[in-house]
T-cell receptor, first 115, second 114 residues
């Protein structure tokens, strides 16, 4: 199994530009999570989906952030317009909702730098 | 809301020795799950060990074991025979039984001295 796949691994952009992060969950998993990791705030859940439907987006910082999951094998996290304070590592994770532990498997993350 | 606290920002241990990382959590629920994740310099989050709240027996995975004290709301991770490859950030995480959201602690950076 390829695991959770994220792209790009690194992204450097200028303030005001649109940024799109991509995630492919593990095949067969029905839950997908987007996290942000910073030194100041640690790991924060931004949003998660069950069966492609957004369930909890209370962690999305503001309207500049949006996430979609058009099908079971693909999700995007978009920031428009980007700001320097969005610089962080963004992780995608997936899980099989009906398993006992419902453990989450993480992708390698995307390191975003906004200049 | 549930919170997870890791009171040791950094720990170090000599190679081949044993180290224990602390984690406490705050919850009013009886049904929940606890996890330890490892994040090496590659930044990949790797699940190390997991524990169900209603299981009294402490979970063990090879050199990794936990000391789960439900009444004290404590979930420490013990690493035996430490190896250089164990050097990483370690995160404790909590999940309610009926939810999917993980709540993470702040992390502990573990250094292994050769």
């Amino acid at each position: 199994d390829a695991g959770v796949i994220q792209s790009p691994r690194h992204e450097v952009t200028e303030m005001g530009q649109e940024v799109t992060l991509r995630c492919k969950p593990i095949s067969g998993h029905n839950s997908l999570f987007w996290y942000r990791q910073t030194m100041m705030r640690g790991l924060e859940l931004l949003i998660y989906f069950n069966n492609n439907v957004p369930i909890d987006d209370s962690g999305m910082p503001e309207d500049r952030f949006s996430a979609k999951m058009p099908n079971a094998s693909f999700s995007t996290l978009k920031i428009q317009p980007s700001e320097p304070r969005d610089s962080a590592v963004y992780f995608c994770a997936s899980s099989l909702g009906r398993s006992l532990y419902n453990e989450q498997f993480f992708g390698p993350g995307t390191r975003l730098t906004v200049l | 809301a549930q919170t997870v606290t890791q009171s040791q920002p950094e720990m170090s241990v000599q190679e081949a020795e044993t180290v224990t990382l602390s984690c406490t959590y705050d919850t009013s629920e009886s049904d929940y799950y606890l996890f330890w994740y490892k994040q090496p310099p590659s930044r990949q989050m790797i699940l190390v060990i997991r524990q169900e709240a209603y299981k009294q027996q402490n979970a063990t995975e090879n050199r990794f074991s936990v000391n789960f004290q439900k009444a004290a709301k404590s979930f420490s991770l013990k690493i035996s025979d430490s190896q250089l490859g164990d050097a990483a950030m370690y995160f404790c995480a909590y999940r309610s039984g009926g939810a999917q959201k993980l709540v993470f602690g702040q992390g502990t950076r573990l250094t292994i001295n050769p």
